[in-house]
């Protein structure tokens, strides 16, 4: 077995070369050309198959450990770490994890060799359809791609929660606020929050959420106006002058979704490794952590100048960021608003008017952009019993009544009525 020598096609190659070199069938420098080494390792290379004979083309490192090899102690203790503490971490998060809180040095391409040969699972990209690219907006806050993601956030240690996240489309910029559910209130307050960060953008780009976009039919005020009926969301993006556009599918989005699975990977096992289990705890979390992301995974746009617009004094973001409902007025100047009574102290002459209840807890009410003066009324009177009406089955005459006999034909009473006729006549 030790005349036995293990040779891949590329030494084969240079051994046949060689050998014909040193039969002088070709030169050393036509050995050279075929292949593509310099005369010096042409002349290195027969001399060593001269000395050594066929195995003079084999490298001499080959079956040696690497003096880089890590030792067998520490890569037990890599992969126990990735077992037990890391469990379920790519190769990527895992030697990231590994340096950050470990201090130990290891490649994501050495990691993912240990996995498959220890047979750690890990989850892979999945293949995806191809589709067309599309170029990132020029400027920083021309555009904001936002949708909120249902997922199971704290592995089964609190409750289900939702996830409202704003990336810039031009520099991939990330903003994100865990919320109870997805709605119209959750949608505001995350929006109030993003624009006293950042500003407010120009546009914003969303789906077709119940939330986002009013699935109810156009009023005949609409209609004539020729426009599509608004959500709440819309209405308050309006006001501030944000362009709202609503995408065809979830794939016409794909910033945001792939921020998502990201985030479903990353995030999830960072706040495992915190031990996170509510709202509170997260959204403290992500105070700390969106910074260190933002500027690991950021991108510089492609023409210098921020779009968004500062939140001037000039603009309240409470107001128009609320949730807006018409109430009818009655004629004692009340009206009935989510089971409670109020009493408005302006004399206004109107049928309807406006209930606003604004992100910071505020309820206005409101005529044609004026506001009125209101108090609620603790207590709504309590109307008198009203005697309870008694409906009784109606009466149905039996078949065996006078009424019944004297008026049916061949009854003696009709046949004395129909002679008294015939005399008569």
């Given at each position: 077995?030790?005349?036995?020598?293990?040779?891949?096609?590329?030494?084969?190659?240079?051994?046949?070369?060689?050998?014909?070199?040193?039969?002088?069938?070709?030169?050393?420098?036509?050995?050279?050309?075929?292949?593509?080494?310099?005369?010096?390792?042409?002349?290195?290379?027969?001399?060593?198959?001269?000395?050594?004979?066929?195995?003079?083309?084999?490298?001499?490192?080959?079956?040696?450990?690497?003096?880089?090899?890590?030792?067998?102690?520490?890569?037990?203790?890599?992969?126990?770490?990735?077992?037990?503490?890391?469990?379920?971490?790519?190769?990527?998060?895992?030697?990231?994890?590994?340096?950050?809180?470990?201090?130990?040095?290891?490649?994501?391409?050495?990691?993912?060799?240990?996995?498959?040969?220890?047979?750690?699972?890990?989850?892979?990209?999945?293949?995806?359809?191809?589709?067309?690219?599309?170029?990132?907006?020029?400027?920083?806050?021309?555009?904001?791609?936002?949708?909120?993601?249902?997922?199971?956030?704290?592995?089964?240690?609190?409750?289900?929660?939702?996830?409202?996240?704003?990336?810039?489309?031009?520099?991939?910029?990330?903003?994100?606020?865990?919320?109870?559910?997805?709605?119209?209130?959750?949608?505001?307050?995350?929006?109030?929050?993003?624009?006293?960060?950042?500003?407010?953008?120009?546009?914003?780009?969303?789906?077709?959420?119940?939330?986002?976009?009013?699935?109810?039919?156009?009023?005949?005020?609409?209609?004539?106006?020729?426009?599509?009926?608004?959500?709440?969301?819309?209405?308050?993006?309006?006001?501030?002058?944000?362009?709202?556009?609503?995408?065809?599918?979830?794939?016409?989005?794909?910033?945001?979704?792939?921020?998502?699975?990201?985030?479903?990977?990353?995030?999830?096992?960072?706040?495992?490794?915190?031990?996170?289990?509510?709202?509170?705890?997260?959204?403290?979390?992500?105070?700390?952590?969106?910074?260190?992301?933002?500027?690991?995974?950021?991108?510089?746009?492609?023409?210098?100048?921020?779009?968004?617009?500062?939140?001037?004094?000039?603009?309240?973001?409470?107001?128009?960021?609320?949730?807006?409902?018409?109430?009818?007025?009655?004629?004692?100047?009340?009206?009935?608003?989510?089971?409670?009574?109020?009493?408005?102290?302006?004399?206004?002459?109107?049928?309807?008017?406006?209930?606003?209840?604004?992100?910071?807890?505020?309820?206005?009410?409101?005529?044609?952009?004026?506001r009125l003066r209101y108090r609620e009324i603790p207590q709504r009177p309590v109307k008198p019993p009203q005697p309870r009406t008694v409906y009784k089955e109606p009466f149905v005459i039996p078949k065996d009544h006078p009424w019944r006999r004297?008026?049916?034909?061949?009854?003696?009473?009709?046949?004395?009525?129909?002679?008294?006729?015939?005399?008569?006549?």
């Amino acid at each position: 077995m030790e005349d036995i020598l293990t040779m891949n096609q590329r030494e084969l190659g240079r051994l046949h070369v060689a050998r014909k070199a040193i039969d002088k069938c070709i030169k050393q420098r036509e050995a050279a050309g075929i292949l593509a080494l310099s005369e010096r390792q042409i002349r290195r290379l027969i001399k060593r198959v001269r000395e050594e004979s066929d195995k003079g083309v084999i490298h001499r490192s080959r079956g040696k450990a690497s003096h880089r090899a890590i030792a067998g102690p520490l890569r037990k203790r890599i992969v126990g770490l990735c077992r037990a503490r890391y469990a379920g971490f790519n190769p990527t998060l895992a030697s990231e994890k590994l340096l950050e809180r470990q201090k130990i040095t290891i490649s994501r391409e050495t990691l993912r060799q240990w996995f498959i040969a220890d047979g750690i699972a890990y989850q892979k990209r999945k293949a995806r359809p191809h589709r067309a690219w599309r170029q990132r907006k020029a400027h920083c806050g021309e555009m904001v791609q936002m949708d909120g993601s249902h997922h199971d956030w704290f592995e089964g240690r609190g409750k289900p929660c939702v996830l409202m996240g704003y990336i810039d489309d031009a520099t991939s910029r990330v903003y994100a606020r865990f919320y109870g559910y997805e709605g119209t209130f959750p949608a505001m307050d995350s929006f109030k929050r993003y624009a006293l960060k950042h500003g407010i953008p120009a546009s914003i780009y969303l789906d077709r959420h119940a939330a986002y976009k009013s699935k109810g039919k156009a009023t005949v005020e609409e209609q004539l106006q020729g426009r599509e009926p608004l959500s709440e969301f819309e209405r308050s993006l309006e006001e501030l002058g944000v362009r709202v556009m609503h995408a065809q599918s979830a794939p016409a989005k794909g910033r945001i979704e792939r921020l998502f699975r990201t985030f479903q990977d990353r995030l999830i096992k960072e706040m495992r490794l915190q031990g996170i289990k509510d709202i509170v705890g997260a959204n403290e979390f992500l105070r700390r952590y969106l910074p260190c992301f933002n500027k690991r995974f950021g991108v510089e746009p492609m023409e210098q100048g921020d779009l968004h617009r500062p939140v001037s004094a000039g603009i309240d973001l409470d107001k128009a960021l609320s949730l807006r409902t018409e109430r009818a007025l009655r004629n004692d100047f009340t009206i009935v608003h989510e089971g409670r009574l109020y009493q408005i102290e302006d004399t206004i002459r109107a049928d309807k008017v406006i209930v606003e209840d604004c992100l910071n807890g505020k309820r206005l009410i409101t005529h044609k952009g004026r506001r009125l003066r209101y108090r609620e009324i603790p207590q709504r009177p309590v109307k008198p019993p009203q005697p309870r009406t008694v409906y009784k089955e109606p009466f149905v005459i039996p078949k065996d009544h006078p009424w019944r006999r004297f008026r049916l034909p061949g009854s003696p009473r009709f046949e004395v009525k129909e002679e008294a006729l015939t005399s008569a006549l």
